[in-house]
T-cell receptor
Framework: DAEITQSPRHKITETGRQVTLACHQTWNHNNMFWYRQDLGHGLRLIHYSYGVHDTNKGEVSDGYSVSRSNTEDLPLTLESAASSQTSVYFC???????????FGDGTRLSIL | ELKVEQNPLFLSMQEGKNYTIYCNYSTTSDRLYWYRQDPGKSLESLFVLLSNGAVKQEGRLMASLDTKARLSTLHITAAVHDLSATYFCAGANTGNQFYFGTGTSLTVIP
């Protein structure tokens, strides 16, 4: 069965470190998204991609970057981790904008 | 920026009762999505509404979209305990950015 997997599931790191969260999907979807989920804010879009070599900034993109070198993967990098980036991060993919997004299980990131 | 507001934020209801969750959005949105999230889990897609007047139903849940009123509703019929979860609506703007509401935490009491 096709799926979308995130790794790691949990991570603790220190402020100032570079952190990369992995997202891999086997749906062969062109569209991929990164969100962060914080209490009281719902989910907020960080970056998204509509295909290989395409990346776009979302609502809360400062301090984050993504790259899309193939269809399956969209890694999210925190260039210099800050405590304000402690959150649960979700990756999602979809066949098209008119189709629902499939979400990964999330990565819980704590920055101390 | 598209603002999406849900109400109520918290809902406690008895089994067998009906209730509606409201999702208002601030500017034109071509599409409206509903998701369910169980505690500590990922999000599960419920409905995708693509046009004014769209209505979709799955089991005890029915979603509708009124683009003129900038309103979507999620109606729960004869609630059962298994429906306890957090429900999110999300809209997409013309730039295809997605904006989520803060969620409605639903608890169904026996």
């Amino acid at each position: 069965d096709a799926e979308i997997t995130q790794s790691p599931r949990h991570k603790i790191t220190e402020t100032g470190r570079q952190v990369t969260l992995a997202c891999h999907q086997t749906w062969n979807h062109n569209n991929m998204f990164w969100y962060r989920q914080d209490l009281g804010h719902g989910l907020r879009l960080i970056h998204y991609s509509y295909g290989v070599h395409d990346t776009n900034k979302g609502e809360v993109s400062d301090g984050y970057s993504v790259s899309r070198s193939n269809t399956e993967d969209l890694p999210l990098t925190l260039e210099s981790a800050a405590s304000s980036q402690t959150s649960v991060y979700f990756c999602a993919s979809s066949e098209s904008i008119e189709r629902p997004q499939h979400f990964g299980d999330g990565t819980r990131l704590s920055i101390l | 920026e598209l603002k999406v507001e849900q109400n109520p934020l918290f809902l406690s209801m008895q089994e067998g009762k009906n209730y509606t969750i409201y999702c208002n959005y601030s500017t034109t949105s071509d599409r409206l999505y509903w998701y369910r999230q169980d505690p500590g889990k990922s999000l599960e897609s419920l409905f995708v509404l693509l046009s004014n007047g769209a209505v979709k139903q799955e089991g005890r849940l029915m979603a509708s979209l009124d683009t003129k009123a900038r309103l979507s509703t999620l109606h729960i019929t004869a609630a059962v305990h298994d429906l306890s979860a957090t429900y999110f609506c999300a809209g997409a703007n013309t730039g295809n950015q997605f904006y989520f509401g803060t969620g409605t935490s639903l608890t169904v009491i026996p």
